[in-house]
């Protein structure tokens, strides 16, 4: 079945006005008779099909009582609901809270994510990422708790049923002692526990595989059941979410070579237990690095028998 046309920017307007409505304690039928409008109308506005003007957008924002900040938004998405990728500045830092992103994975059927240096978002403890967060040089300390919490409740969403999630971590990534010892060993184990979910797996790229083809850097792949996927990658100050297909289908050849190169779900979990069983023992990140290289060299020999 052929994926409908929307777009990031699109979704975001109509889920922002859904909840603008809701949020004035309207059903769809009294917010359209308040408009002086069908209820048909309304509903073609919100699912993206036009239909209205921006005056009446903005008539339907005042009959909301909709916030400034939001009804700013709102209004600036409304004639670029059609626009395909959307590059987000954020100004000095990311904003505590990914509106885009997290709306997107709400309703994502799979994540993919590749992580060079660092555990992604979704697997951080809360030790963890207080110490990305105050080793950041942007990011104000007194907004530490509260992006931590905002972290939290994304990490929510890996619960959720239906959602199948792979993670592609680089050895460099795992074994960095971000937070010092004790923190470091505390998130090798959450990774252990998370592995053995039926809906997540982890995947390492061995150092000693060199050159891949994800050196040019991190990103998330989302796919979706009525939409086409995007691709979300973030930098210190800009988000972009990527949507047109030729991008996208350069980001699925990466993910087919990072599981061609990657070991399998198996020994990766084994690689992390061994890890934290070093740190445990009150070792170094660095142990245990040999035996990962003869992991590598095995699955090379096995991927070359196939």
């Not at 008779?33 to 239909?51: H, I, M, Q």
């Not at 105050?134 to 990011?139: D, G, I, K, L, R």
């Not at 994304?154 to 004790?182: I, K, N, Y």
């Not at 998370?194 to 050159?211: D, H, K």
Request: aromatic share 6%; proline share 3%.
């Amino acid at each position: 079945m052929p994926k409908r046309f929307s777009t990031a920017r699109g979704r975001e307007f109509g889920d922002g006005l859904r909840a603008a409505i809701a949020g004035a304690g309207l059903s769809s039928r009294a917010a359209a008779e308040l408009a002086d409008w069908d209820e048909a109308r309304l509903s073609e506005l919100v699912n993206g099909k036009g239909g209205s003007s921006e005056v009446e957008l903005a008539l339907l924002l005042g009959i909301c009582r909709t916030k400034p900040a939001e009804r700013d938004h709102l209004m600036e998405l409304f004639p670029e609901t059609h626009i395909k990728g959307w590059w987000q500045e954020h100004g000095t830092c990311e904003p505590v809270r990914l509106r885009t992103f997290v709306e997107n994975l709400a309703v994502a059927k799979t994540l993919i994510s590749w992580q060079t240096h660092i555990v992604p978002d979704l697997l951080q403890t809360d030790a963890y990422r207080r110490a990305v967060i105050t080793a950041s040089a942007n990011v104000s300390v007194g907004e530490l708790e509260e992006r931590v919490k905002a972290g939290l409740e994304m990490q929510q969403a890996l619960l959720r049923p239906g959602l199948q999630s792979t993670f592609f971590l680089h050895e460099f990534a795992l074994r960095l002692p971000v937070g010092g010892h004790d923190v470091h060993a505390e998130q090798v184990h959450h990774l252990l526990r998370t592995a053995v979910r039926s809906n997540i797996t982890i995947r390492i790229v061995p150092a000693a595989i060199g050159a891949h083809a994800g050196m040019r850097g991190p990103f998330t792949q989302l796919t979706f059941a009525k939409y086409e996927p995007l691709v979300c990658l973030r930098n210190e100050n800009s988000t972009l979410f990527v949507e047109e297909k030729a991008a996208i289908k350069g980001y699925e050849a990466v993910v087919r070579s990072l599981d061609h190169i990657s070991l399998d779900a198996e020994r990766s979990r084994a690689v992390i237990a061994r890890l934290g069983e070093a740190l445990s023992a009150g070792g170094c990140a660095n142990e245990g690095h040999d035996w990962l290289a003869s992991q590598d060299d095995s699955a090379h020999t096995q991927g070359e028998s196939s």
